[in-house]
């Protein structure tokens, strides 16, 4: 992986990251490189050091660099070079619109690069990584769509997300009031992005300990969710997991453990489909050789954002569940069973078949479970498949 150009320090990023001001730009003049004084790319501060190989975006120092660097310039340094670099002068009206477009066209990748980036960063619990490039998705975002539009709502739900993340609260809760603003503004914003709104409202109120508050929004957010996905769907799922933890945190176990509950089954439920429907497109084509298979097989199924939020749930559950002073094997049993499946799915066979192990034990020592047949079915698909090679 080539380094920025010049780098020293810890990398640690030493003050609060605020976008640095918009540099407009207009088509035929210098504006982006001669219009007033460079700035930090990421804290706005007077600009220091420079890319070395974009040679167009400055850093106040060698630590906001890196961080830069390692969230998001790597992948964009020189896609900024068309948008950075002054066009000369165009001659006709057809020119100047045929830029203006290409121009767009450009923010507009970006914008999902920055995203995409932010959002894996997010979600394997690298949220410092994320703090560039959400910045960098809002930065783009204002330009392309203006300051007031609900596109730039998921860029400052990012950016809280990683704001709480890195334990800054503060600055979380004022990304979450420009977004809260903004959907407020937009009377035809949809169910999906006012439910995600108000899961990081939730989400941060339950940080800071404002438990009430959480409860509404998330309250808010599971109505939400399930107007636009259903009550039984995954992105409603989420909603439940996230009040549940706040009434564990209350100490309000009863309504905590049935609402683990309802989370493990919908869960469960997803989890079946899936394994279902790849056992009948394996069984269709017993001929497929083990190494195409997978992608076939795996054409319809799980999102990489799903998996990894199926297994950040379940075993958050399981854990849950197995350190309850008061057992229930049933319970126990079935999240151990959802997460087999999972493991399975994700082609991670040893795991897989230890967790459905696991399950299959505590199902014995019930009354006659139900659930018996469908893991010892799932143990003995696991066990015909073969091992995929790393
Ligand atoms: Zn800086
Ligand atoms: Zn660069």
């Avoid at 990421?42 to 974009?54: E, H, N, T």
């Avoid at 919908?266 to 195409?292: C, D, G, K, N, Y």
């Avoid at 199926?310 to 997460?339: D, K, S």
Wanted: aromatic share 6%; charged share 25%.
């Amino acid at each position: 992986m080539p380094r920025p150009a010049p780098s020293a320090g810890s990398g640690s990023v030493s003050h609060p990251l605020r976008p640095a001001p918009y540099r407009k730009r207009r088509l035929g003049n210098a504006a982006g490189t001669l219009e007033g004084p460079r700035r930090c790319e990421l804290c706005g501060a007077a600009g220091r050091v420079r890319c070395g190989r974009c040679r167009l975006t400055y850093y106040c120092d060698v630590d906001h660099q890196k961080a830069d660097w390692v969230s998001i310039h790597e992948r964009i340094c020189q896609l900024l070079i068309p948008i950075r670099t002054p066009l000369p002068f165009l001659l006709s009206e057809k020119e100047r619109k045929h830029g203006m477009e290409q121009l767009v066209k450009r923010q507009k990748y970006i914008i999902d690069l920055a995203h995409s980036a932010a959002r894996e960063f997010v979600s394997g619990g690298k949220h410092k990584e994320a703090l560039p490039a959400a910045l960098h998705a809002l930065r783009f975002s204002t330009e392309v769509y203006g300051s007031d539009s609900v596109q730039l709502v998921p860029a400052y739900l990012l950016l809280a997300e990683a704001s709480m993340g890195v334990g800054q609260l503060l600055q979380a809760s004022k990304y979450l009031s420009q977004a809260e603003w903004i959907v407020l503004r937009t009377p035809d914003c949809s169910l999906a992005v006012q439910h995600k709104l108000h899961r990081s409202l939730g989400l941060c109120c339950a940080a800071k300990g404002n438990f009430e508050q959480a409860l509404y929004h998330l309250a808010n957010d599971v109505y939400l969710a399930s107007s636009a996905f259903g009550l039984k769907s995954i992105e409603t799922s989420g909603g439940y997991f996230h009040m549940a933890s706040v009434f564990f945190r209350q100490n309000k176990m009863d309504v905590a453990n049935s609402l683990y509950t309802e989370v493990t089954d919908i869960w469960h439920a997803f989890l079946l489909r899936s394994v279902q429907a790849q056992e009948q497109v394996l069984q269709s084509r017993p001929e497929t050789s083990p190494f195409t298979e997978d992608k076939e097989v795996s054409k319809d199924s799980m999102t990489e954002a799903q998996q990894a939020e199926a297994t950040r749930v379940l075993n958050a559950v399981l854990e849950i569940r197995e350190q309850a002073p008061e057992q229930q094997p049933g319970e126990t049993a079935r999240v151990l069973h959802a997460l087999a499946m999972l493991y399975y799915l994700a082609l991670d066979l040893p795991k897989a078949r230890e967790l459905g192990l696991k399950a299959l034990g505590l199902l014995k020592q019930l009354p006659r479970h139900e659930s018996l047949e469908t893991v010892a079915r799932l143990l003995k698909l696991i066990d015909s498949r073969p091992a995929c090679p790393e």
